[in-house]
């Protein structure tokens, strides 16, 4: 027979149970979070090599024009002003990883300068998760996210196995993801959460708020970078984006060379 006493919930369960809403809430945002980061990578891996060489050709005449006028006038101004132009398209160091294999401190490898014409080119690597590998992500970020984790022990080992989702994901990879499905289900059974003093849910509340603030203003960056506000005006359809950009890019460069066969004509 119970007594009215033991009827009674434990003063920690109602906290117990806001720490694991909590702790459900704040992994739903990391796993949005990190969606949308491989998002903007990914978008901004195309943009650099799809676009980059454009830039550097508009860089280039750009430079060229500006001598071309510092030839013309003999301006101390314009020679200056040229030197500045001819500056921002020295070899940099890095410049061939910058833009992906597409340049390199000599100027354009082949297929970038066909891209500028008419020629055939090998299109971009793109490396885009599919909605299975999706689907996949989000289910063993869900299972084995380290905030799950009570012992020093076990974060390790999720965070470890965690470490290797992310890069698969990032990398589109289906056939991984699935291995690492597997893996985690033929993998020890974490034991079971002991209910922790209320100081301690106390503290774990207060570390999962400090979490979230963190991760708001990772996905602020996110958004207000360049290459996330470019995505965020075409979520559904970035190619096309793309495509605007080079066609305007296209024209510019098209422009810059009728100015600079009008100088030096």
């Keep these: 027979m119970t007594t009215p006493e ?3 919930p434990r003063p920690e369960a109602r906290l117990e149970q806001a720490v694991r809403a909590a702790e459900q809430a704040l992994i739903e945002f990391e796993i949005a979070v990190e969606t949308f980061r491989v998002e903007v990578e990914n978008f901004s891996r195309l943009h650099h090599q799809k676009l980059g060489p454009m830039y550097a050709r508009l860089d280039e005449l750009d430079a060229q024009i500006a001598e071309a006028k510092a030839a013309r006038t003999g301006d101390p101004e314009d020679a200056r002003k040229a030197a500045e132009a001819r500056a921002r398209v020295l070899p940099m160091p890095g410049v061939e990883e910058l833009f992906h294999g597409w340049m390199d401190g000599e100027g354009l490898f082949p297929e970038a300068a066909a891209m500028l014409s008419d020629q055939s080119v090998r299109p971009p690597q793109r490396v885009r998760p599919s909605e299975e590998a999706r689907k996949l992500y989000r289910e063993l970020a869900r299972k084995a996210h380290p905030d799950l984790a009570q012992e020093d022990a076990e974060r390790a080992r999720r965070e470890e196995f965690i470490t290797r989702v992310n890069a698969a994901y990032a990398r589109g990879d289906e056939v991984l993801l699935r291995e690492l499905a597997e893996e985690w289900a033929a993998g020890p059974v974490p034991p079971e959460r002991a209910p922790s003093p209320s100081e301690e849910l106390y503290a774990r509340l207060e570390w999962l708020a400090e979490r979230k603030e963190m ?13 996330g506000s470019m995505l965020r005006m075409a979520p559904d359809d970035p190619d096309r984006l793309l495509d605007e950009i080079a066609d305007k890019l296209l024209a510019d460069v098209a422009a810059r060379e009728t100015e600079l066969a009008e100088l030096v004509g």
């Design 215 to 227: 991760l708001t203003l990772v996905a602020r960056e996110l958004e207000d970078s360049a290459i």
């Design 6 to 8: 033991a009827e009674q």
